[in-house]
């Protein structure tokens, strides 16, 4: 059996583009483990241990993960303003990045997985931490001789044909229009349809953000509430970069990270 590590940046991330990966590793026995470089706060809060870690820990639970890991930071904020850091917390975009490089692959040598998720240059759609983690996953896969990083991502052709109606109504969809991969950098398709059901299972323990009123909340309990069936298919896919792609030797994970034909990336 293998084991994989997926970095992220924020609690309920780990749901969005690798939670049926997770979910469809951990089913065939591999050893999974989530480390998140932000608590998912901007602000101060009472408990020792920030209410939203709480909810990535049910989470993982309900994907079968292993391990769960937090490198200290607090959330940057996705906006123009960077707000001052809280007491005691260090925002994850002003953390020197070799510092937070370092936290991370004293955690992949401990685990020595056989790859590294991680998050395309984007960042998806733009998230100064989603950015910032796609740097200190590289990094940090270097400083502990982790051979393969696979960026979590999706087709940017895709994003671009949802966003449309959008941009016609004038709404500025930019960022998430023109993210993510282009189809033809793409390198790994992972088929995870059959476990939706256990993806909003565990996007059901974020409470804290599904009772929020933000865009994410509403798109988030829009989709659990739909029919399962609807739900497999749209949640069908999800896709990965790596750089320097080249069919490994035979391996434990050679049924899950297989390369896609051209027709089964779009």
């Known amino acids: 059996m293998a084991t994989v590590v997926a970095f992220h ?19 065939a ?11 998912g706060h901007m602000e101060q809060f009472d408990d020792d241990l920030a209410p939203r870690l709480r909810e990535l820990h049910s989470s993982a639970e309900v994907l079968g993960v292993n391990r769960v890991e937090h490198l200290g930071y607090a959330d940057s904020g996705h906006g123009p303003i960077l707000y001052p850091d809280p007491p005691g917390r260090t925002r994850f975009v002003r953390a020197p990045i070799d510092e937070a490089a370092e936290r991370l692959a004293a955690i992949l040598t401990q685990e020595r997985p056989e790859i590294l998720l991680s998050y395309d240059r984007n ?5 100064p931490d989603h950015i910032r983690v796609n740097e ?20 940017r052709e895709l994003f671009a044909r949802l966003t449309w109606p959008a941009r016609r109504l004038g709404y500025d969809a930019t960022a998430i229009s023109a993210g993510f991969t282009a189809r033809a950098d793409i390198t790994h ?8 059901p256990q993806r909003m299972n565990a996007l059901a323990q974020h409470r804290s953000v599904l009772e929020g009123r933000g865009r994410f909340a509403m798109i988030a309990n829009t989709l659990r509430r ?31 990270f297989t390369q896609p034909t051209e027709a089964s990336a779009r």
Not at 123 to 127: E, F, L, R
């Open 226 to 256: 739909i029919p399962t069936p609807v739900q497999t298919r749209i949640l069908r896919w999800e896709w990965f970069a790596e750089n320097g792609f080249q069919c490994p030797a035979s391996g434990p994970l050679d049924d899950i």
């Open 189 to 196: 398709r992972i088929d995870v349809g059959v476990f939706a």
């Open 136 to 155: 200190v996953g590289a990094m940090a896969a270097k400083k502990a001789g982790i051979p393969r990083v696979l960026n979590a991502t999706a087709p």
């Open 29 to 39: 026995g591999h050893r999974t483990v989530i480390v998140v470089a932000c608590d």
């Open 9 to 27: 940046a924020h609690p309920d991330d780990e749901i969005i583009l690798t939670g049926g990966t997770l979910a469809k590793l951990a089913d």
């Open 123 to 127: 960042g998806g759609y733009g998230h």
